[in-house]
Structure formats: C-alpha cells, structure tokens
C-alpha cells in the first residue's frame, strides 16, 4: 500500500464509485477503499435478514415475508430518468453493459387528497383529472409552448428573454392556478422548493423538455456501484474493502497527503470521500425521515402500478418540503413474487418520523412491516484547495438521482479543473476488456 496515487477515494457509496471510474477513465492513478466488507456504504441494498438485524437488532424476519435473498432493498432508493444525467454517464462510460434495466410504470402526484398520474404532455393534460376544462386549455398552450420552445430560435420565445423573466412570470402569462403550478413544478419539472419561482425561467422550461420516463435496474441500484468499481479497475484502478479507519493524513500546511490503514500508510495528491470519513470538514445541513414499509400489494390509485413514485408537494400538505413515495417490488427483482416494497421520506421538518410522514403512509393501504429512520445530512464546510479533500454531500429525500448526479458532476469539475464530456463514448475502449 506504500505506493503514491494521484487520488484516493474512500467509501464505495454511488456518488464515490461514479468519481472512481471516471476519475480512472481520465488516466489517473486511484487507490478506492472502503472501511466496510461491502459495496455501496449509505446506497447499499439489503436483503431481507440484514434489513431485520439493521432496524430490529436480530436477523429472524418471520417467515410469512418470503426466502431473505429475494429481497434487495436499496437503502438511498431513486429512479433514473431514461434521458437523465445517470443515464448519459452510465451509457457514456459502458456501465449499461453490467445492467439490466426497465422502466417505471408510473410517475403520480398527490393533489387535493388524491393521487393522480402526472401528465408528461398537452395530449396527457387535457385528459387529466388534475384539472377543470378551462385550466386544461391554459395548460396546454403552456405545454406547446415549452415543448415549441427552442434557445436557437428566437420565433419560439413569445418575446420573452428566459434568463430575465421569472417563472412565475412566465407562467402568469397563461394564468395556470396554484394547483397546476404546484405539479408542474414538483413533479413534472422536480424542484424541491417554490424558490424556482422567483428565479429565470429558463431552468424551470429545460427542466419540463427533460421529462422523461424513469428506469430502474433489476435487482435494484446494489448493482450500480460495482457497476463502476468494475469499470475502475479496467483502468487501473485498485480496490481495497474492509480496511479499518482510513485516516486522512494531512501535511503542515493542512493538505491531505495520504490515508492511513492498519500501520501502513499510501500517498495521494488529493482525497475523495463521503461526509463519514472526515467528520470534523462537514456540516449538518438538515434530515431526512423516512419509513420503509413491506406490503402485499401496490400503492392504492396509482392503477395497480408495480412500480411507482408519488411526489407530494409541500403546499398540498402544508409543510416545508415535499414528500416522495417510491415503490418497487417482484417485476424489479426487488422482492419476492406478491410482495412491495415502499418508501416515504421527507426532509425532516420534526423529531417525530411518525407523525411526520403520516400523511404519506396513510396513502399506501395496510402494511405487512414498516421501519422508521432518519439520518443527518451533511455537506462539506472545507476549503478544497487548502486541503485537496473533495468530499460529497448526503442523499436527499428525492425518488430520482437528478440532485445526486449534479453534485458528482460539480465534484468531477472541481477535482480535475474541467467539465465532464459525455459526448466521448468510451465503449470502445472498455470493450478491450471483453
């Protein structure tokens, strides 16, 4: 281990394994450790007895939820947009090739205490249930004009400058009400909060022309991590699981010079890491509750869906932030024939996951078994080019990875000085290794 590596990466959650392989595909030397004996850290996947010894302190699950190896319950569970930023990472570097995905069968969105599928489109919105007859018209015109809408063409813009107007300008202009602001907005464009209002609107409508349907790999995302730990090491990348401590080492002037475990120390230019291995460099910014529930059918409402997410924005529960519900079950080899597995998680506005996620639970039906969690989010508080320690932000509440990808992204960039080019395919070169 007494070898110098340009980077070394310590735990193997997604956002660290994706930094990995594209940090080894751009022909640095990575050294990837990680302190437990497996894959995945906070965005591990669980099968049915590790489920029970992690939330009920013994691994006995009762026999009636089915064999333990059936399940695959992932721990930071979201979606992926079909033409999302994942996506395009996933296809860019070859991972595609070490998973099998297929697609959600249902995106919904609670509204006026009922849930309802979210239309993608004006053919979709003028037969939806989510609106009257005159507000359907509104939101049509307002659907053609984003899907018309072309940065190139100023014909497109309806006079109206993107990076000047506001969103709640621009749709002011079609006069759409609270409700259908309240979908577009979370469900359809997924933003967190109402802040987007007050800012250019052109973010908002990229957001909407990206809508896509999501996908999810067999199995679960317990694959995804190996998918690029796999990937690493096609280009020299060296990893190293259950390795105790992993203390950063750092220099007089507070740069980080290597990682020390059991005695023996490696050098490295720089440090890669979730919030977990350099604690006293981050800073809590929030929380997030969540109940995992096993059930003996799908969401209620969401048209017998075997997989589904249901956003539930804030304003229609009189909170902060929204709530998501995912759910996945048998028809994505996450659980045995007959049995789902459900989600509900918010950014945590409470002490009380219970009470707090009531509203969410209570639109699943009976459960067989629910656990409650919360976990601390952090973010770094450090100064990167003092200390060349490049260290990731928690996992959200969200169903999908659009925030997730952002920051490995933003990360790449301040880590290598460039952007990232997904227009390269790699498959080429990865093939070598057939």
């Not at 590790?50 to 939330?55: D, E, G």
């Not at 007089?252 to 490295?268: D, F, L």
């Not at 409650?372 to 060349?388: G, I, L, M, T, W």
Request: glycine share 8%; proline share 5%.
């Amino acid at each position: 281990m007494d070898e110098e590596y340009d980077v070394i990466v310590l735990g193997t959650g997604l956002k660290e394994c994706i930094l990995s392989g594209l940090l080894s595909v751009d022909g640095l030397k990575v050294l990837h450790m990680d302190r437990n004996d497996y894959y995945g850290g906070e965005s591990t996947s669980l099968n049915l007895n590790q489920l029970w010894k992690r939330f009920r302190g013994a691994d006995n699950p009762p026999n009636h939820l089915g064999s333990s190896k059936e399940y695959n319950v992932d721990m930071i569970p979201k979606f992926m947009m079909a033409n999302g930023t994942l996506v395009r990472v996933l296809i860019h570097t070859n991972v595609t090739k070490y998973l099998s995905f297929k697609a959600v069968d249902g995106s919904f969105v609670y509204n006026k205490g009922k849930i309802h599928k979210v239309p993608a489109n004006d053919v979709e919105a003028l037969k939806s249930p989510l609106m009257g007859l005159f507000e359907k018209r509104r939101a049509r015109k307002f659907f053609i004009y984003v899907q018309d809408y072309d940065e190139n063409d100023p014909k497109s813009h309806e006079g109206m400058n993107l990076n000047q107007v506001t969103a709640k300008e621009l749709i002011s202009k079609y006069g759409l009400d609270d409700n259908t602001i309240d979908f577009i907005g979370h469900a359809l464009a997924l933003h967190l909060d109402d802040e987007y209002l007050t800012q250019p609107a052109m973010d908002f409508v990229k957001r909407m022309k990206g809508g896509s349907p999501y996908i999810y790999p067999l199995y679960g995302l317990g694959e995804l991590p190996q998918g690029f730990a796999r990937l690493s090491a096609v280009y020299g990348g060296t990893y190293m699981l259950n390795k105790p401590e992993c203390k950063v080492e750092f220099d007089e002037n507070g740069k980080a010079i290597g990682v020390t475990s059991e005695g023996e120390t490696a050098k490295c230019k720089k440090v890669v890491c979730d919030p977990s291995y350099l604690p006293t460099k981050v800073k809590k910014v929030g929380k997030v509750n969540r109940a995992i529930c096993i059930m003996s059918h799908p969401i209620p409402n969401t048209h017998d869906s075997p997989s589904v997410q249901v956003i539930l924005p804030q304003k229609q529960l009189g909170r902060k932030s929204d709530m998501y519900l995912f759910c996945c079950s048998y028809s994505h080899n996450v659980a045995p024939k007959g049995k789902y597995i459900a989600f509900v998680t918010t950014e945590a506005e409470t002490d009380n996951p219970q009470e707090e996620l009531k509203a969410g639970i209570d639109l699943l039906g009976p459960v067989d078994e629910i656990f409650f969690d919360c976990y601390d989010r952090y973010e770094p508080a450090n100064q990167k080019d003092v200390d060349s320690c490049f260290i990731s932000t928690s996992y959200d509440a969200t169903t999908h990875f659009e925030t997730t990808v952002r920051d490995v992204i933003a990360m790449y960039n301040k880590i290598t000085g460039k952007e990232l080019d997904l227009s390269v395919d790699l498959s080429a070169a990865s093939a070598a290794e057939e």
